[in-house]
């Protein structure tokens, strides 16, 4: 019998998972990563409460549940990065790194050592013979989030919701009288919970008053710190009154940010790009 270890986050899409490859017949074992305990800025860090619901799923289904503590990993593969990205004036992605260097890199490894043919998780995505394929609910499909994984484990990887739908997986968690079946989808940042990017990014990133200016270098207003803002940022930029601003670009040196009221402008809409460090899954087009 073939042993599949499942993340199990806590959520119902993770936990549907685990039940579907114990139905198909897999030894399944279930692991909780504990990426993140912290509180930040007042604002509670709900690992605890996955901890348990990821437990109860675990006792429901009758499979083996242990926890696995990546929290130093995390720091320094994806927080890091995280923060050295909005230093810089960028926009990172806390998810994708979190695939790529956490679940399909330290989780798979130490699941493999550990015994298993192959790890699963609750994403909408597929893994057809080693190849990664978007999953069948379009508008749920997640494989943006995993594009950067290693081709070359796609292999020992199992995606159990790729032929499902939201409504269908949810209508399944019930079928399966899932402890967890009613619990609401998570918000907010992966690993912390539902807490603002700004209030986060505080508690590492000293805020700094600095300079929001238009594209004639009129200053319009303040800020407390280019690093919280992003490209195409309209909300919450405390300039207000007659058409809405647009960010269109952040200077992390000047500290300043600039803004447009024009949303054609070619300050804010390019079609063409410069890319670096790519991960192809299939070779890539010459045409």
């Known amino acids: 019998m073939k042993k599949v270890f499942v993340g199990l986050s806590g959520g119902v899409d993770s936990a549907v998972a685990a039940a579907l490859l114990k139905e198909e017949g897999y030894a399944v074992h279930g692991i909780y990563m504990k990426n993140w305990s912290k509180d930040i800025a007042g604002h509670h860090c709900p690992w605890k409460d996955d901890l348990q619901s990821a437990r109860s799923v675990a006792a429901h289904l009758g499979i083996s549940f242990e926890v696995y503590d990546f929290e130093k990993e995390y720091f320094e593969h994806v ?57 069948k609910d379009t508008s749920k499909d997640q494989t943006y989030f995993l594009y950067r994984i290693n081709p070359k484990i796609g292999e020992k990887i199992i995606f159990p919701l790729g032929e499902y739908t939201k409504t269908t997986v949810r209508a399944l ?60 940022q309209r909300h919450g930029l405390g300039i207000g009154g007659g ?34 460090d790519c991960i192809w899954w299939q070779e890539p087009s010459t045409q």
């Open 79 to 135: 927080t890091q990065y995280m923060l050295d990205t909005y230093k810089k004036g960028l926009t990172p992605n806390p998810d994708i790194m979190c695939n790529a260097e956490i679940k399909f890199k330290v989780f798979l490894k130490k699941c493999l050592k550990e015994g298993a043919d192959y790890v699963a998780t609750g994403h909408y995505a597929r893994m057809q013979l080693g190849q990664l394929e978007t999953a």
């Open 173 to 232: 968690a019930k079928k399966y009288i899932l402890p967890n079946h009613s619990r609401p989808d998570s918000q907010g940042l992966c690993f912390v919970g539902n807490i603002p990017m700004r209030d986060f990014l505080s508690e590492f990133i000293k805020p700094q008053t600095g300079n929001i200016l238009n594209e004639k270098g009129e200053i319009l207003g303040v800020h407390q710190g280019a690093f919280s803002y992003t490209i195409g």
């Open 243 to 276: 058409k809405a601003y647009f960010v269109y670009k952040i200077d992390a040196k000047s500290n300043s940010v600039y803004v447009t009221t024009n949303e054609e402008s070619p300050l804010l809409n390019q079609d063409e790009f410069i890319i670096t």
